[in-house]
């Protein structure tokens, strides 16, 4: 007869076998946000529901093809090799692929291996059963807003900004003065309790202007946000 361990112990196979398309998983310091300069394990799912302008990351989503699929086993035992306690679950759009993105975060949490699981989202993924289900504390949000130069602004879901919590973070990539006040309008409109991250576009917005914008505005809740992988490594560059 199963009892409850046996149960459980099912349900978690049947999750260690659910297959996700995959870009990258590597070991660099994370870049970006208040984690930045940690050791970092990156989990770099394929796929993306958005086609933003300057994106960074082509080759995750078609035409480009996924590198591999793996499974949750697969990718929480390649995760271990790396000596990090951190782990950023990136893309792509890590959420895409809903209940097997919900389960990968939670088996990520319940090795009790990592500090800090980050996931790198796009704001056109409704966050509420993500926030509903995952009961990790250790699992947080970096929410990227799409601005008007992305193309995908009308993309956002605007709910998900009042549901970021204190240990999330929401992220406006900056790249024209337009972008700026937009992002401005963002958030003195709304009530947010997430850390407020102004990042420069690489190539359209230097960052000493960013910064004299941000003064000149009157903005002190917002940190800048540099792209530290950007300033190490050649922009260009995968896998940094
Ligand atoms: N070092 C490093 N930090 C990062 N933080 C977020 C990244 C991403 O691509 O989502 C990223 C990345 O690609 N590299
Ligand atoms: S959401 Fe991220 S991965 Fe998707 S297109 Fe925009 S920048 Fe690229
Ligand atoms: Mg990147």
Same mark, same amino acid.
């Given at each position: 007869m199963n009892n409850y361990a046996d149960d459980t112990q099912t349900m978690n196979q049947a999750a260690r076998d659910i297959r996700i398309p995959m870009v990258d998983i590597y070991e660099t /310091?994370?870049?970006?946000?208040? @984690?930045?300069g940690y050791p970092t394990v990156f989990i770099r799912l394929f796929g993306c529901n958005l086609r933003c !302008?300057?994106?960074?990351?082509? *080759?995750?989503y078609p035409p480009y093809e996924a590198d591999r699929m793996m499974t949750i086993a697969e990718i929480l035992e390649e995760t271990s090799s790396y000596q990090a306690k951190h782990v950023c679950v990136t893309g792509g759009e890590p959420l895409l692929y809903g209940e097997r993105s919900r389960i990968l975060l939670q088996e990520l949490a319940n090795t !009790? @291996? *990592? /500090?800090d699981i980050h996931v790198e989202t796009n704001g056109a993924v409704h966050l509420a059963p993500f926030l509903e289900t995952i009961? !990790?504390?250790i699992v947080r949000y970096i929410m990227d807003y799409k601005l008007p130069d992305s193309g995908e602004h009308e993309r956002m879901i605007h709910e998900n900004l009042t549901l970021l919590r204190p240990q999330d973070e929401l992220k406006f990539v900056i790249a024209s003065e337009a972008d700026f006040d937009a992002a401005k309008r963002v958030i003195l409109e709304t009530e947010i309790r997430a850390t407020i991250l102004f990042s420069p576009v690489w190539e359209t917005m230097p960052p000493a202007r960013l910064v004299e914008m941000i003064l000149a505005h009157g903005l002190p809740q917002v940190k800048l946000n540099m792209q530290l992988h950007k300033v190490i490594w050649d922009p260009g560059m995968r896998r940094v």
């Open positions: /310091v994370e870049g970006e946000g208040t @984690r930045a !302008s300057w994106c960074d990351t082509k *080759y995750s !009790s @291996r *990592y /500090v009961s !990790s504390p």
